[in-house]
């Protein structure tokens, strides 16, 4: 290690040793120690929270029965922890992944590390890889644990389905995806923008953005949806979209109001149309009877037997898992490419 | 050996050239200043040099023709930047074990017995040192790795005076030491004409001087003479001109000493800072060497 120089010693180093990848471990352990600690740290609360929050409700499901739980407060609960832990990926992606070179650009530190004998390339390569296991091992473990937490009242009842938007991407597989993606668009945005303010506000927004668009456009689509014209959906199924059609043909909410109200229901919403469950099906309507002289138990039995079909594409529970690795698996592909993409730019940029 | 050679090196940001069509060869075994106005080109220059910037047009190599920035170029230079940057929240010995892990090479023991001799505690956090200790430790960390160049950009411009005689003598007392090759920038002159023997003068982004500072002053003088004389000062090389009433005080470019003072005229030696001013003042004037000059080579362009 303190080899010692010999100096002016001619250019016969061609076969010249790199320095070792090991010396990198510790550089990135010292530098980014106090960010790792935060983040365990914001994590840890977290995951204590989530581990009495998952003891208590099994022991309540012990208790209450689990249809309870789920209409009660574990959903009620589960939501708000949800959309809370929603923003924690862009958060980790703004805190430990932007400054990362943006810090380096905006002291000029990278003035001092980019002519070491490490090799810029390889420095970014080696700091990049860890920060990003490290990061996706600790989201990992966070994201086994909200499953788990949650995992007695989920896909119990409709409207809890395992795939539904607010808690798919904080189990499994997912979450960890969505850190290293945070993490990666931090990084990126870093040697882009060069300074760590700027490019922690840009990781949120990129972040949120693509998160928006996965969840309404992608995620619907990773397999062909079911559609069913029964009303009777899996409980753990996830519905898409649902439309009227009369003898076959499309038609919209409104003409399906404007028949019902001819026949004396009164104000008709959406949802009475909606994905209705064993409680609800078209045998124990919600509403009384309809028609002259009660005909009709139901809108819907109504509306069935005058030619209209209820569509209704949804995705069934069972496929959580293939859509965690789909999802996984586009998100790794993504956050290789961008960390990629960071290295080439710390390869080419210019001070 | 040439620890930087360049040949028609460029460097454009945008639309600017902050570096034209530079060709030089900065000789092995030299304490070389790199000297010009602010926002001459000497950092940009630098950069390209240690591997930080890529050019834009021409190439740049480095210790006898390694390509700059290459594994082989990174491991033989160590570079100390502009405004010496540390990691701040780092404490000193810190700085030491992070410099030892990127690099081949790193003498512990002579860094921990520099900072010892300057009483820099290795405890405290980089951030918190003074100035010039700030800038002790920079250096102390590029020169425990042993390099065969060392590349200073303007090291000297924050630092007191005590610390820019302390700083330079810990330069002077390794190149005695270890024969190491020095490259340093200033905006001032009076700063390194101690030290340096080799001059490279650059301005507005071209490369107006590049020689010995002996051969430099050897090969020019001032000339004082009748300033009707219009037919001798033809057959000069003039690069800059003062006029006093009738006489007329010549910078000229001259083949060395032995060369004849004209009839009428008196020749006086002339100082490294007159000749840098001189030069600075003319910006067309330039002395350069060729492009594969090594130290004994004869000047080949005197242009006015």
């Not at chain 1, 992944?97 to 004998?117: H, I």
């Not at chain 1, 104000?267 to 124990?284: H, M």
């Not at chain 2, 430790?137 to 630092?159: C, G, Q, S």
């Amino acid at each position: 290690m303190t080899a010692m120089a010999t100096p002016g010693q001619p250019a016969a180093e061609a076969s010249l040793r790199p320095v070792p990848w090991r010396g990198m471990a510790w550089v990135s352990w010292r530098q980014h120690r106090t960010t790792l600690a935060g983040l365990l740290a914001v994590l840890g609360v977290a995951g204590v929270y989530l581990y009495i929050t998952g003891l208590d409700l099994r022991h309540d499901v012990a208790a209450f029965g689990e249809m309870f739980v789920a209409n009660g407060s574990g959903k009620m609960g589960m939501t708000l922890t949800a959309a809370l832990f929603q923003v924690l990926p862009a958060l980790i992606g703004a805190f430990v992944g932007a400054p990362v070179l943006a810090r380096e650009l905006e002291t000029g530190t990278f003035r001092y590390t980019w002519t070491q004998g490490f090799g810029r390339e390889r420095w970014a390569a080696a700091k990049l890889a860890q920060l990003a296991v490290a990061v996706t091992l600790v989201a990992g473990a966070f994201g086994f644990l909200f499953s788990w937490c949650y995992e007695a009242i989920i896909g119990v009842r409709q409207g809890l389905s395992p795939l539904m938007a607010i808690t798919f991407d904080l189990r499994g597989v997912a979450f960890a995806a969505w850190t290293l993606v945070a993490f990666a668009i931090g990084v990126l945005a870093g040697i882009l923008i060069r300074r760590v303010v700027p490019a922690m506000f840009a990781t949120l927004a990129a972040w949120s953005g693509l998160a928006f668009v996965a969840g309404a456009y992608l995620r619907p689509h990773y397999e062909t949806p079911l559609v069913t014209s029964g009303f009777n959906l899996p409980s753990a199924a996830w519905v898409i979209s649902q439309r009227w059609t009369l003898h076959g043909k499309p038609v919209s909410l409104t003409t399906v109001s404007q028949v019902l109200q001819k026949i004396g229901a009164k104000e008709v919403a959406p949802g009475v149309f909606g994905p209705t469950g064993p409680a609800s099906g078209p045998t124990s309507g919600t509403s009384a009877a309809f028609g002259s002289g009660g005909a009709w138990r139901s809108a819907p039995t109504y509306l069935l037997h005058h030619g209209f079909t209820q569509l209704t594409s949804y995705q069934p529970g069972s496929r959580f898992w293939p859509f965690q690795w789909i999802e996984g698996g586009w998100l790794l592909a993504l956050s290789l490419l961008l960390i990629a993409a960071t290295i080439w730019l710390v390869r080419r940029h210019a001070a | 050996m040439n620890v930087i050679e360049t040949s028609g090196l460029g460097k454009r940001y945008r639309q600017t050239w902050a570096l034209r069509e530079c060709t030089l060869a900065i000789p092995a075994g030299h304490v070389t200043a790199l000297v010009g106005p602010n926002g001459a080109g000497k950092t940009t220059l630098l950069n390209l040099g240690v591997g930080l910037a890529t050019p834009t047009a021409g190439v740049v190599t480095v210790l006898g023709g390694v390509p700059a920035g290459s594994p082989a170029a990174l491991d033989g230079i160590a570079f100390v930047a502009q405004d010496m940057p540390l990691y701040k929240p780092l404490s000193v010995a810190d700085m030491l074990h992070l410099t030892r892990n990127l690099n081949r090479r790193f003498d512990q023991g002579y860094a921990l017995a520099r900072l010892g001799e300057l009483g820099i505690p290795l405890k405290r956090k980089a951030g918190k040192l003074s100035g010039g200790q700030q800038a002790q430790l920079a250096l102390t960390l590029a020169l425990a790795r042993r390099p065969r160049l060392l590349v200073l950009d303007e090291p000297l411009a924050n630092l007191d005076p005590l610390a820019r005689h302390d700083f330079m003598a810990t330069v002077m007392a390794t190149v005695a030491e270890h024969g190491m090759s020095v490259v340093l920038s200033s905006h001032v002159l009076a700063e390194l004409e101690r030290v340096a023997d080799y001059l490279i003068l650059v301005s507005g982004g071209r490369v107006q001087v590049a020689d010995e500072v002996d051969s430099l002053l050897s090969t020019h003088r001032i000339l004082t003479g009748p300033a009707s004389d219009a037919r001798t000062r033809e057959e000069l090389t003039v690069v800059h001109e003062r006029r006093a009433e009738a006489q007329a005080h010549l910078l000229v470019r001259t083949r060395g000493p032995a060369d004849p003072v004209p009839l009428g005229w008196e020749a006086h030696p002339v100082s490294l800072e007159e000749l840098v001013l001189a030069y600075l003042r003319e910006p067309g004037a330039a002395a350069l060497p060729g492009p594969a000059r090594t130290s004994n080579a004869e000047p080949t362009e005197v242009t006015r």
